[in-house]
């Protein structure tokens, strides 16, 4: 789960919070299909009104709500999420009573307070976000008629049943701001403009989404992401990259920023990707400059698929989204710190830039000055260089100021530069994976294993129902599981081989003929849809054929994406030997919906399910395999590295840490380096290339029992070695700094732990980067012992860049003396 920064910028900041474990659902759960949807993305939207930060010890509304509920306003508490990842997964079943009382007798008056928050802030409307598939379960395609997001009379009907039910939980707890509750703005739909069907259904849906919004009464204005045509008072809002450029399409409406994307998801096959915290930051202060109002970071807390949740289709299980705290709560610096600064001169500009005149003056090649203006005695100046090439030396109300190629400096007074995007001064962190002391190496864990029972499904039996037809897998199996069976048989008049062609939509087809696997193949590099060849032997007389078709995520996004399929449709599927092809396609095709595991429940401890020791079969598809661990020392956050493993699902005690596929390389191709410098994209600064597409998986220390051995349960549906599966911790390894003369030095470790050395100190101008830097003349053994007794032994330290430092290094023939430090955690 992830959430928002609450910026303490000028006129306000949005706040949301995007779960990964959330679907729609109908208010009326009778009426519904007998099979529940996965859950899937969704977002929480509130707002909190841009203020002064309140005296120590006090707070109010939201503000409240987010400091009881992190640990030093950082790392978010896991225990609450899961719970509310139970509560989410009732409401996506439409079970609105037990998601309710859930708690019971077992939570703590905070985990109630999350619950309740939380459950009754879900969204505003069936399609809320981009990332979120907008949350729609897949029984929904089964209601006849049924269009998705478009005007649609079932769509309605079942959006406002949903919406109408959270705006009233919403108002029963009286959490709108009319009735002294935090929440200052509503949103209706998201990001229609990606989705919108041409002609008149679409504008007409956005009229009837307008419409109906204003009809809850909620006392609030409601705002619509990125829809340039909104009918009033909707207000339009923008998503993306950057968004100085944007301008609402009414002019008395403000100008919202509701997603700045830090970075971006990412796909099984594909490298990471990064947005460099200086584009970041550019791109905050030049909407500011811009006249913006308000905005909102997406994502600032990065989060994790768990269970089945992820979209896509192919989104990893990983959504950390290269936030300013990371996945598993960690900061991510500079990127945090960077952040942080940037709200910090921003904040010193409050006044100017809420109630200012503004005056723009633009002096060409890209460089230009914004003056807010207030009482002929408040002002502030932003002084901008947009060109990507070129830095520029800018002469402004008689001073000289030096302007990094695409940079902003913010200058609260319009006379002393306080910030500037391009020049990072905040500590980088270098994040390590550290070994699991409360256990020894990863060879020590003790495995048993059991094969997933194939017999009847590869021989045609327990099918659920019959068909003479290929069925499509998403309403066939209504997202039950991302496995479907499709059986068959067929009669050969003579012992022969012949070539098994199937044509399907994806995402992943195992084969079997006579009960043995003869092939799998799946989807690669967005070719979902794909034709599965392979020969087998076939017998005289009754050959059986068994698909087993999976599906890794479902689609989100795009115009009437109900009616995308998957699974093997349609066919054909056909037996080819010689000059005779054998069309299956219309046969009876028995299926049966999920794996025998999945339904015996074997990922739970329980006593009755048989597991084997010993030898351990490897590179054995559908093997299920289970160790025990112990819970690793101390509060760093816990992984699991998967690496030698193939493809498959992971739970601990019991609960899902979702899909694994570290077999899965990213290519090879796309990491080049990184400028900040020009428009960025999630293909510009990508790391990981040729490495698996994600090797560790979270586990949420609120999953683990501490003092009692834990249960790791993996089901490998392509082939793997547990024998490298190892449990590792997140934490701060090195920690680098720089600072100015006249400026102060800060260096911090988290997680309680402390500086064990200084590895460089430097005045000048080193060479290379944090984690690998080289001396660049101006080192001291006085001034790396005076660092080290400063900093060794404490969890942060600060030096001041005075005279008395500046001449420890023995560096007169420098022209920079700027501090660099490097530090191990």
């Known amino acids: 789960m992830s959430l928002s920064h609450l910026s303490r910028s000028c006129k306000s900041t949005i706040a949301r919070e995007r779960s990964t474990t959330c679907a729609t659902c109908r208010k009326t759960p009778l009426s519904r299909p007998s099979r529940p949807a ?7 939207t509130m707002a909190t009104a841009c203020r002064s930060r309140p005296p120590e010890g006090k707070s109010d509304g939201l503000d409240l709500f987010l400091r009881e509920h992190t640990t030093k306003g950082l ?115 998201n990001e229609y403009e990606y989705a919108m069907v041409p002609g008149d259904a679409g504008k007409e849906y956005i009229k009837w989404c307008a419409k109906f919004a204003e009809s809850l009464n909620v006392g609030l204005p409601w705002i619509m992401c990125q829809q340039s045509d909104a009918p009033q008072p909707m207000i339009n809002t923008c998503n993306n990259y950057y968004c100085d450029n944007f301008t609402p399409n009414n002019p008395n409406s403000p100008k919202f920023w509701t997603e700045n994307w830090l970075g971006w998801f990412k796909h099984w096959g594909d490298p990471d990707p990064h947005r460099p915290a200086e584009d970041l930051a550019f791109a905050v202060a030049r909407f500011y400059q811009s006249k913006g109002t308000l905005q909102n970071y997406y994502m600032y807390h990065g989060g994790t698929n768990f269970g089945r949740t992820p979209g896509g289709p192919y989104i990893t299980t990983s959504y950390d989204y290269d936030a300013p705290l990371d996945e598993y709560g960690n900061i991510k610096q500079p990127k945090w710190g960077h952040l942080k600064e940037l709200h910090a001169a921003l ?51 008689g001073t000289k100021y030096f302007l990094p190629a695409w940079s902003v ?38 495995w048993s294993w059991r094969s997933e029972t194939l017999g009847s499904s590869v021989r045609g039996l327990g099918g659920n129902f019959t068909e003479n037809k290929l069925l499509e897998q998403i309403t066939t199996a209504v997202d039950e599981s991302d496995y479907l069976w499709y059986m068959t048989s067929v009669d050969i008049t003579h012992k022969q081989e012949m070539t098994l062609r199937v044509s399907t939509t994806g995402h992943v087809l195992h084969a079997f003929v006579n009960g043995q ?18 020969t087998a032997k076939f017998k005289a007389g009754k050959n059986h054929i068994s698909l087993l078709s999976v599906t890794v995520g479902l689609k989100n996004i795009g115009q009437h994406y109900e009616l995308d399929p998957a ?101 090879a191709d796309g990491c080049n380096g990184c400028d900040y410098r020009g428009t960025y994209s999630s293909e510009k600064c990508q790391t990981g290339c040729g490495e698996p597409s994600q090797r560790w998986y979270h586990v949420p220390r609120s999953f683990l029992k501490p003092g009692e051995p834990n249960t790791l349960v993996l089901f490998e549906e392509a082939g793997g070695d547990p024998a490298q599966v190892d449990f590792q911790t997140v934490t701060v390894g090195t920690a680098c700094s720089t600072a100015e003369p006249g400026k102060t030095l800060n260096l911090s470790c988290q997680g309680g732990r402390t500086i064990s050395n200084i590895d460089f100190a430097s005045l000048g101008d080193p060479k290379g980067t944090c984690g690998s830097y080289q001396k660049g003349g101006c080192e001291s053994d006085e001034l790396y012992s005076l660092i080290s007794e400063e900093c060794v032994g404490k969890e942060s330290c600060s030096i001041q860049i005075g005279e008395n430092l500046l001449g420890k290094g023995n560096c007169s023939n420098t022209s920079s003396k700027s501090l660099v430090v490097q530090a191990t955690c």
């Open 75 to 189: 790392k978010v508490y896991h225990e609450e999420f899961m719970l509310i990842q139970k509560v989410f997964l009732f409401i996506s079943k439409g079970e609105y009573k037990q998601s309710a009382s859930i708690c019971g007798l077992t939570c703590s008056e905070k985990q109630k307070k999350v619950a309740l928050i939380l459950l009754r802030l879900i969204f505003f409307g069936m399609a809320m976000s981009l990332g979120a598939a907008r949350g729609v379960p897949a029984w929904l395609r089964k209601i006849p008629g049924m269009e998705f997001r478009t005007n649609n009379q079932q769509w309605k009907d079942e959006m406002a049943n949903f919406t109408t039910l959270i705006v009233d939980m919403i108002k029963k707890e009286r959490l709108f701001a009319p009735q002294g509750g935090p929440i200052i703005l509503a949103q209706i739909e």
């Open 347 to 397: 904040k010193l500009m409050e006044k100017s830039l809420t109630y200012g005149e503004v005056n723009n003056t633009d002096f060409g090649n890209g460089v230009a000055a914004t003056k807010f203006s207030y009482n002929a005695t408040v002002s502030g100046c932003f002084l901008s260089n947009a060109n990507q090439y070129f830095d520029a030396t800018l002469e402004y109300q």
């Open 567 to 667: 699974g093997i449709v349609g066919g054909p599927v056909q037996l080819i030997g010689g000059n005779i092809t054998i069309d299956l396609s219309t046969n009876a095709w028995s299926y049966k919906i999920g794996l025998d595991g999945e339904k015996t429940k074997v990922y739970l401890d329980n006593p009755d399910h048989k597991w084997f020791s010993g030898m351990i079969p490897t590179q054995r598809p559908f093997t299920w395999y289970k160790t025990t661990f112990e819970t690793p020392l101390g509060l760093d956050p816990v992984v699991v590295d998967l690496l030698g493993m193939g493809k498959g699902a992971a739970w601990v005690n019991g609960n899902s840490i979702g899909r694994f596929w570290p077999n899965y390389t990213a290519s």
């Open 409 to 446: 400096s913010i200058l609260p007074d319009c006379k002393q530069e306080v910030y500037n995007t391009a020049r990072v001064t905040t500590q980088t962190s270098i994040m390590v994976k550290k070994p699991n002391k409360a256990d020894d190496e990863a060879s020590d864990l003790k």
């Open 38 to 44: 996965s859950p899937s993305y969704t977002s929480l």
């Open 517 to 534: 696997l003869v092939g799998s193949q799946y989807g690669r590099n967005g070719n979902l849809a794909f034709v599965f060849e392979q």
